[in-house]
């Protein structure tokens, strides 16, 4: 139990609650109540757990946790790092057989000589299965995409994007956050909204690409009651209401249909909204960061977004670089992602000295999306400790079969181009042409005539 220094009073009203009271009170909250004892087996769980395992709590205490509610069914396997890190964990997650996700909080019991005895973790409902909004008050301290939210990245580029960020956090002004897929326009969008006066409250997300332009309208502003054929009697509540003192982000913004345009620059101009089927107006108290891999101007240029929204939302505009641009971030994030999945799949594998040089060579069109993918497949699927220089090529192969890349055809260039790129990120990561000629397998004569040609004649040129 939690010392919380009860009162002599309290205590003994404590002490005095039959297990009778106790039970009535557990197995009746709504909120599932699941606890395993430090070998993961079965202590106790309330029947919230029907709605989300669809099983009882007898069949539950029958059944063999660790191989029938399989830790790998679940999209974040949680007691094992409780155990390790002894510290609660709050994570939104996702059993196999669950539509949705739900909230889950794992909390250790310590016994006195600091061991886990037990987990306790409650799960709470897919959050829009409540009709009324407890939403503002839940936070997502661990997702499968977030990882630990730590930004990796030295590189020029990346620190220019992130003072830009930085700076513009403690402020409401809009962000525009440009670059291909994958080089994390979400994940530092996020970052503004953790660094700026509004942390505290929602960080809502929706990629304007992935739903219907109906169905966008009705998910932002909310709709009132019997506002269309289907809609609930009770009316449902926006994002942007949601939001309310919080950050709104929208991803891949040039998807937005030309009339879905003009409401959002009225939400940004006159910081208001109209839910469906209403003619009053309600106040947005939101931040917007937007995002987009296209290239908006043209969009502009194209008359397929609007001029004035346009520039409402580039205010302050950063362009976040492709991975291939910028290689001296490879490394680190191909090692942080690899000691994240080595903590999740509980392996203890590394890199074979040849595949350094190979990551940062490689044009990685996914950018670190792919990267993250190719790490975590590399983990999971490699013999042995030691992931090689064959593993990568395999993957990366298999991923780019049936990939449209455009092949310079001419012999000559195409190996001159590919013993280039070779050699800049050998060197680059070696620094070095003995350590070079040692990874490479070749002389260090042969090494420092390919710097020569390759690195130190481009520079002086
Ligand atoms: N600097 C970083 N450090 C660590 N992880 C990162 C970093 N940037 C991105 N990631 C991770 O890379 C993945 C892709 O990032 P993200 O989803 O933000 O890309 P995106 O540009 O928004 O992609 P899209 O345009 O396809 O939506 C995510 O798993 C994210 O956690």
Request: charged share 30%; proline share 4%; glycine share 4%.
């Amino acid at each position: 139990m939690a010392e919380l220094g009860y009162s002599e009073e309290y205590q003994t009203y404590l002490d005095s609650l039959t297990k009778e009271t106790l039970l009535k009170i557990l197995e009746n909250a709504y909120t599932e109540v699941f606890v395993t004892d430090a070998d993961d087996r079965y202590v106790y769980t309330n029947p919230a757990c029907m709605r989300h395992y669809g099983l009882t709590p007898e069949q539950m205490k029958n059944m063999n946790l660790q191989s029938e509610l399989r830790p790998e069914r679940w999209k974040i396997s949680l007691s094992g790092r409780v155990k390790k890190s002894k510290k609660v964990i709050i994570a939104e997650n996702k059993y196999y057989a669950m539509e949705q996700n739900v909230v889950t909080i794992s909390v250790p019991i310590l016994d006195e000589d600091g061991n886990v005895e037990m987990i306790v973790s409650t799960t709470q409902d897919p959050i829009n299965s409540y009709d009324f909004s407890i939403k503002n008050e839940v936070k997502t301290i661990v997702s499968e995409e977030e990882d630990s939210g730590e930004i990796i990245g030295s590189s020029k580029a990346i620190k220019r994007c992130l003072s830009i960020l930085q700076k513009v956090s403690k402020t409401d002004i809009n962000v525009l956050i440009l670059g291909e897929s994958g080089t994390g326009k979400s994940f530092l969008s996020k970052y503004v909204h953790t660094n700026s006066l509004r942390r505290d409250k929602p960080f809502i997300s929706i990629n304007c690409s992935a739903i219907p332009e109906t169905l966008l309208e009705s998910e932002l502003f909310g709709y009132v009651p019997h506002a269309f054929t289907g809609a609930s009697n009770k009316g449902k509540e926006g994002l942007i209401k949601i939001a309310n003192g919080g950050t709104l982000f929208l991803d891949e913004i040039g998807e937005l249909s030309l009339p879905m345009q003009v409401k959002i620059l009225d939400v940004i101009e006159n910081k208001r909204f109209i839910p469906v089927g209403s003619t009053t107006p309600e106040h947005a108290d939101i931040r917007i960061i937007t995002a987009t891999n296209k290239d908006l101007y043209q969009l502009v240029q194209d008359n397929k977004f609007r001029e004035d929204l346009y520039w409402r939302l580039n205010s302050i505009k950063t362009t976040l670089p492709p991975l291939r641009e910028r290689p001296e971030d490879i490394i680190s994030l191909a090692n942080y992602f690899l000691n994240v999945f080595n903590e999740k799949y509980k392996t203890n594998k590394y890199f074979s000295k040849k595949v350094p040089p190979l990551l940062c060579g490689y044009h990685w069109p996914g950018n670190i999306r792919q990267l993250r993918n190719l790490v975590e497949r590399l983990v999971i699927l490699s013999d042995g400790k030691v992931i090689e220089d064959y593993d990568f090529q395999r993957f990366t192969s298999e991923e780019e079969s049936g990939s449209k890349r455009v092949v310079n055809s001419d012999y000559e260039s195409v190996m001159e181009e590919a013993e280039r790129k070779l050699v800049e990120n050998s060197y680059l990561f070696y620094k070095s042409s003995r350590k070079m000629a040692e990874a490479l397998n070749i002389s260090q004569s042969k090494a420092y005539r390919l710097i020569r040609k390759y690195v130190y004649d481009e520079k002086e040129d």
